[in-house]
């Protein structure tokens, strides 16, 4: 966007003279318009061989230092992408001319130095002893990283990995047999460009090493040389290297991303939560996604417009829209009927009785001993003995269905009559112990109630309790935007000042409070088990958690796709639109493909033709399975499919467009779209809520004010906000789409909070116990072979884990999909387990694999896969007889032995 030109005007002739005297120091009026605006035609220009005049100049434009030299200097004058500059190790040169053009990012800087990490982490890391790696040594592996990258983006925390492998490779293995570590021999600096170049010409041209003569700035001088080549047949490499080896300076050298979509995604994540919002809104307002509505309608296989098919389609229903539920998915009935249909009453409505999880009990056992340990030790002058009652506040994060949800799980629990502070346990009782991180009137006067009882009760047990402690850890400000809220409750001085007050924070990434300032010793956090073990005082576990780590050994699945999936036709589309859109943001680019998508394949469900080409998979069989699922059942229930926008102004149009083809299309009754956020709560259309007090047993006052409340309501709910606040979701959740965060690259952190949304508890009982395979000795194998083959055994079930070597190992994690599949019985009970793994083994002939689905639905149904139990592969293997010799027997001895060497910790 422009800046206007100064426009000149005339003053009044009855001016003061301090007016006049003011308006003598500036300058001249042709002056001021050279400088001052930037209308091109005032800079000094050339003309093009097109016709076009192209400025020499730009309004940004650096002029050089007076000593500088092509040896110590960079100029800057780029047309096209905008390159981002990594920094790697040495001292960067001078830029001049147009320095907007380029982007200096410290991304890969902090990689480069030594840790200063205490011997019991490097033990922890296997790199006690190991000798540091050289700068030579980084560099090559640097290469190598770049070089094996793809087209994907470089991320520190894969770079910081392959540094930490190489320094665990070079580590001794057995320290007790070698106390002296081994000598590594590094990289020579004369070694080091001829071994980069080596390793580059492996990367089929996205690599390219500069070895300068002189200086780094000479590299990078050739670098933007050639990144400004115009030339159409040459292909340009997504990074250059620049590498000078000198014994002045010694090894420097840093890497230039070129790419324009690489470059695109580094620029983007230097930006932060309020200028990336800024960017989003000021492009949504003038307009700028017109320009991919105009894309679509122009490369489309008919060009046809989508707003077209639907305003034609709705015409054609005159009035009458899809039936709800309990019939055929094509069936249509006339709109007032649709009003007027009511579902089934559910026998049981009880809820599901509040219980304590084994790993919750140990963890509070773990909290009570830590504390009784505080209080023992001679830091602190803490006497539990003197304290005749226990208070409490919960501090949640700025979460309406947080708070909602905190609050009736206390009443739930009946901790505040076990505590003596409230005589009946109920919603209201609770509401006076929990408050919400945040500005409102209600939650400074809780806090305030709570500090003056802290004051006034001197032998009393306050605890304070911060759930999601991550969130808003900055500094507390007073000004216009203040920050910080929850270090003004928790660091609070009459808090921390007072020896009755016991401060207890949970977190799922403790390492954001893990800093050097951080008055939490590191003896006194307390990590949650993934399991414990049986104890004399704790039940037996009826259910276990289903986590992260479940999640990501379902990639290893061969026989079933993973929960974890990656759409390669999204991403490819979205590539190609980055490339033809550089000045869009790419989180609009994604959202609007992805939101197009949808409508396809929802116009696709409905019976419009030519339509399911223009979606993928993955979102056509998400949406059919939520579509579909409420006409198996005369309850109306089905699943909901989650949509994870950061974006809550991108969130709002989603919200909007995916309504109108609803409705467009005689939906509206099928299926509920839903909006959400942390401040905002979510609404639902009259004929879905009257279905859910029905499924509750509820009068017409209730509301659903937690995600649990929406169970079997078959939606999708677009969730914004950059971060989740831990809320519960229900077990009808089966979808969980993340191809809108983070642009598609999940990071560890970013994987384990979005994750974390589907993690919850499942039933034991579902779990199928280990089966164990003993190894034969041949005599014994050799029996049981003969022996089976005589006897004629029709079939031997032998689970056993696929081959690990599968594509869906290796790609990313996208898109999250939820099998917490209900029985074919309606209405829908409990959930099936989501990580059975079915019955499978390598054998040589594959047509001896035989597959059984164990469900009673039609054929039609069987081919949904969402819609069935996950299915049982049963294996015909029928042994060798003694007419077919010994080389049989052996291949199927060592088929197995391969295969139980790669059991998963679930046989």
């Not at 989508?306 to 829209?321: C, G, M, P, Y």
């Amino acid at each position: 966007m422009t800046r206007p030109a100064l426009i000149p005007h005339k003053l009044p002739s009855h001016k003061s003279d301090s007016m006049l005297k003011d308006d003598t120091s500036q300058p001249p009026l042709k002056k001021r318009q050279r400088f001052m605006s930037t209308d091109e035609s005032l800079f000094p220009s050339v003309r093009h061989a097109h016709g076009h005049r192209v400025p020499l100049t730009r309004p940004n434009f650096v002029p050089p230092p007076p000593t500088a030299t092509a040896h110590d200097s960079v100029f800057i004058n780029i047309a096209g992408c905008k390159p981002v500059i990594l920094p790697c190790h040495g001292n960067m040169p001078l830029f001049h001319g147009n320095v907007v053009d380029v982007v200096v990012s410290p991304l890969f800087l902090d990689c480069f130095k030594l840790p200063q990490l205490m011997p019991p982490v490097l033990d922890s890391l296997g790199i006690l002893g190991a000798p540091n790696l050289s700068v030579e040594t980084m560099a090559l592996i640097s290469v190598q990283y770049l070089g094996q990258l793809g087209t994907r983006v470089p991320s520190r925390e894969e770079l910081d990995a392959a540094f930490l492998k190489a320094r665990q490779e070079t580590g001794p293995r057995d320290r007790a047999m070698q106390p002296q570590p081994p000598q590594f021999v590094t990289v020579a600096p004369a070694q080091l460009p001829w071994l980069a170049k080596t390793a580059a010409a492996t990367s089929h041209g996205r690599v390219k090493v500069i070895v300068p003569q002189v200086s780094l700035a000479e590299g990078m001088n050739e670098a933007m040389r050639q990144i400004s080549d115009t030339h159409p047949i040459t292909k340009k490499p997504l990074y250059f290297v620049i590498i000078h080896v000198s014994r002045q300076r010694g090894t420097e050298f840093c890497v230039v991303v070129a790419g324009p979509i690489q470059a695109r995604m580094l620029l983007e994540s230097r930006f932060s939560i309020p200028e990336c919002f800024k960017e989003i809104s000021y492009q949504i307002i003038t307009g700028k996604v017109h320009l991919l509505h105009t894309h679509f309608k122009r490369n489309s296989t008919e060009n046809v417009d989508h707003d077209v098919l639907l305003d034609e389609f709705s015409n054609a229903l005159k009035k009458n829209v899809f039936l709800p539920f309990n019939g055929k998915k094509e069936d249509k009935i006339a709109e007032n009927l649709a009003t007027s249909m009511t579902p089934h009453s559910v026998q049981n409505t009880t809820p599901e009785e509040f219980k304590l999880h084994p790993v919750q009990i140990a963890v509070a056992m773990k909290v009570l001993s830590q504390v009784c340990a505080i209080a023992d030790s001679d830091q602190l002058a803490l006497d539990l003995g003197r304290f005749s009652k226990v208070d409490l506040l919960i501090i949640t994060a700025p979460s309406l269905v947080l708070h909602q949800q905190t609050i009736e799980r206390v009443a739930q629990s009946g901790l505040l009559v076990d505590l003596g502070l409230e005589e009946n346990s109920t919603v209201k009782a609770a509401e006076k112990y929990v408050m919400r991180c945040d500005k409102a009137p209600d939650t400074q006067t809780k806090f305030e109630n709570f500090v003056s009882r802290v004051k006034a009760y001197p032998y009393t047990l306050f605890v304070l309790i911060q759930d999601q402690a991550h969130i808003d850890i900055n500094r507390h400000s007073f000004g216009a935007q203040p920050l910080g809220l929850a270090d003004r409750y928790i660091n609070c001085q009459e808090v921390l000042k007072s020896a009755n007050v016991l401060t207890l924070q949970v977190t799922p990434t403790p390492y954001v409070l893990q800093t050097k300032k951080s008055r939490l010793p590191p003896q006194n956090e307390i990590y949650m088990p993934t399991c414990v073990n049986q104890m004399t005082n704790v039940p037996p576990p009826e259910k276990v958690y289903f986590g992260l780590q479940d999640y990501i050994k379902t990639t290893e699945w061969t026989g079933r796709l993973p929960l974890l999936r990656y759409d390669p036709a999204f991403e490819q589309a979205a590539d190609t639109l980055l490339e033809a859109y550089p000045r869009l943001y790419s989180l609009i680019i994604r959202t609007y493909l992805l939101i197009r998508q949808y409508t396809s394949a929802l116009m696709s469900l409905s019976g419009i033709k030519g339509t399911k080409q223009e979606t993928t998979t993955e979102a056509y069989n998400m949406l059919a399975d939520m579509v579909n699922l409420p006409m198996k059942n005369s309850y109306g229930k089905g699943c909901m499919v989650l949509l994870r926008i950061p974006s809550i102004q991108l969130a709002l149009l989603a919200h909007e467009r995916l309504r109108s083809v609803r409705d467009k299309l005689g939906l509206q009754y099928r299926f509920d779209v839903l909006l959400s956020s942390m401040t905002t709560e979510f609404s639902l259309d009259d004929h879905f809520l009257s279905r859910l007090q029905s499924w509750h047993g509820r009068d017409k006052t209730w509301q659903p004010k937690t995600y649990e409340d929406l169970a079997d309501l078959p939606c999708i709910m677009i969730l914004s906000g950059q971060h989740t606040a831990g809320e519960t979701w229900p077990k009808s959740l089966r979808y969980c789409d993340l191809r809108l965060v983070n642009c598609g690259v999940l990071d560890r952190t970013t994987v384990e909070q979005e994750i974390g949304l589907v993690c919850q508890y499942i039933d034991i009982e579902n779990i199928h116990k280990a089966v164990t395979v003993c190894e034969l000795s041949e005599e014994e194998d050799s029996d049981t072979d003969d022996t089976e083959g005589e006897e004629g055994e029709p079939e031997a079930s032998i689970p056993t884990v696929p081959d690990m070597s599968s594509k869906t190992q290796s790609t990313p994690m996208s898109t999250l999909e939820m099998h917490l599949k209900a029985p074919v019985d309606i209405p829908l009970r409990d959930p099936e387990p989501s990580h059975r793994i079915p019955a499978m083994s390598s054998v040589t002939d594959p047509s001896q694999v035989k597959v059984e689905d164990q469900t009673s639905e039609s054929s039609e149904d069987k081919n949904t896969f969402a819609d069935s139990p996950p299915p049982v592969l049963r294996i015909d293997w029928k042994l060798g007889t003694d007419e077919d010799g010994d080389e049989e027997r052996s291949e199927e001895r060592r088929v197995g032995k391969e295969c139980r060497s790669r059991w998963s910790p679930y046989h």
